[in-house]
């Protein structure tokens, strides 16, 4: 019996954040920017901890992004706005690097005037 060869994903994978979160977290803005971190492909995932505590992981346009500590910040306030969660905690990570062509919607590439 051969085996059947693993299908492969991308590091970058959308499908961990619900739809649910993505549509809450979508008034966040980047300030330089001013569009949204789910736009930019920013938010990587919103992981459900249990009992309301919920872990948000996002990256940022640069490591020296000046606006990184802001960013945290209006994400964790945002979430915690929603009903369903009682504490969040915002990491950053940087892997996989942000890249805009692969990970911003067509309407943010557009906007960067990213084709």
Same mark, same amino acid.
């Given at each position: %019996?051969?085996?059947?060869?693993? #299908?492969? +994903? *991308? &590091?970058? !994978?959308?499908?961990?954040? +619900?739809?649910?979160?993505?549509? $809450?977290?979508?008034?966040?803005?980047? &300030?330089?920017l001013h569009m949204s971190l789910v736009d930019l492909g920013l938010v990587y995932s919103v992981k459900d901890?249990?009992?309301? /505590?919920?872990?948000?992981?996002?990256?940022? +346009?640069?490591?020296?992004?000046? *606006?990184?500590?802001?960013? /945290?910040? #209006?994400?964790?306030?945002? %979430?915690?706005?929603?009903?369903? /969660? #009682? *504490? @969040?905690?915002?990491? /950053?990570? $940087?892997? &996989?690097? $942000? !890249?805009?062509?692969?990970?911003?919607?067509?309407? @943010?590439?557009?906007?960067?005037?990213? $084709?």
């Amino acid at each position: %019996m051969t085996e059947e060869p693993k #299908q492969q +994903t *991308a &590091p970058f !994978n959308k499908d961990s954040v +619900t739809s649910e979160f993505l549509e $809450w977290l979508k008034p966040v803005q980047d &300030p330089e920017l001013h569009m949204s971190l789910v736009d930019l492909g920013l938010v990587y995932s919103v992981k459900d901890q249990g009992d309301g /505590v919920f872990q948000v992981e996002i990256t940022l +346009t640069s490591p020296g992004c000046p *606006a990184g500590d802001y960013l /945290v910040e #209006q994400i964790r306030g945002r %979430m915690l706005e929603h009903e369903r /969660v #009682q *504490a @969040a905690e915002v990491k /950053v990570v $940087w892997e &996989p690097q $942000w !890249n805009p062509v692969e990970m911003a919607s067509e309407e @943010a590439k557009e906007a960067l005037g990213l $084709w």
